[in-house]
Nanobody, 123 residues
Framework: QVQLVESGGGLVQAGGSLRLSCAAS????????VGWFRQAPGKEREFVAQ????????YYADSVKGRFTISRDNAKNTVYLQMNSLKPEDTAVYYC????????????????WGQGTQVTVSP
């Protein structure tokens, strides 16, 4: 199995930046696609970004494209989400998830999830 732990969340002002980390253990992280999701109060969990297991293909939600960057360091078994130009509407609990599937993975198909890290963006 794969265990995932998110970190790096916090409180920032609008326009600021944060870098989230998703550290994996238990299996070879490099063989998994990893996605970032977020869930705001009163809303369903939504897709943010995904990176392929080789790191050569990325996907972004329209709401974050151009502001967020997903990357991975397989030597460290870690995936990152660099978040710039943060907006209050980015406030949510951010989760990372991993799956061995190829291509864009639907949220219902992700097999492994972390516990989430809180990101709060003040106006």
């Amino acid at each position: 199995q794969v265990q995932l732990v998110e970190s790096g969340g916090g409180l920032v002002q609008a326009g600021g930046s944060l870098r989230l980390s998703c550290a994996a253990s238990g299996r070879t992280f490099s063989s998994y696609a990893v996605g970032w999701f977020r869930q705001a109060p009163g809303k369903e969990r939504e897709f943010v970004a995904q990176i392929s297991w080789r790191g050569g293909t990325t996907y972004y939600a329209d709401s974050v494209k151009g502001r967020f960057t997903i990357s991975r360091d397989n030597a460290k078994n870690t995936v990152y989400l660099q978040m710039n130009s943060l907006k209050p509407e980015d406030t949510a609990v951010y989760y990372c998830a991993a799956d061995r599937a190829v291509g864009l993975v639907k949220i219902s198909n992700y097999d492994y999830w972390g516990q989430g890290t809180q990101v709060t963006v003040s106006p």
